[in-house]
């Protein structure tokens, strides 16, 4: 069975730091392409990072500016999203996703594999 399996979100104050993850059950990570999005309440799904299957292209989205990186230990078959200096506004659910090919697409309908989602809230 084909899974995604996100952890580590939760509450965390403005300027903290989180490390989401996320453990791929199934199949390899090794040749698809990786990439974390985001929704906030009333808002469609964005995306925050992705990288081809190749590492050689990575995309973040413009929010972002230098506080997320992405990146995946093929050996867990696991990806990663730390997450630095949170703001209030950086609350979501966080979602994992993958697809086959090589080229990092950051539209939401490329990918055809999900996970769950875990929640990020970023709160004093």
């Known amino acids: 069975q084909v899974q995604l399996v996100e952890s580590g979100g939760g509450l965390v104050q403005p300027g903290g730091s989180l490390r989401l993850s996320c453990a791929a059950s199934g199949f390899t990570l090794d040749y698809k392409v990786i990439g974390w999005f985001r929704q906030a309440p009333g808002k469609e799904r964005e995306g925050v990072s992705c990288r081809s299957s190749s590492g050689g292209s990575t995309y973040y989205g413009d929010f972002v500016k230098g506080r997320f990186t992405i990146s995946r230990d093929n050996a867990k078959n696991t990806v990663y999203l730390q997450m630095n200096s949170l703001k209030p506004e950086d609350t979501a659910v966080y979602y994992c996703?993958?697809?086959?090919?090589?080229?990092?697409?950051?539209?939401?309908?490329?990918?055809?594999?999900w996970g769950q989602g875990t929640q990020v809230t970023v709160s004093s």
């Open positions: 996703a993958a697809r086959s090919g090589s080229y990092a697409y950051t539209q939401v309908e490329k990918y055809n594999y």
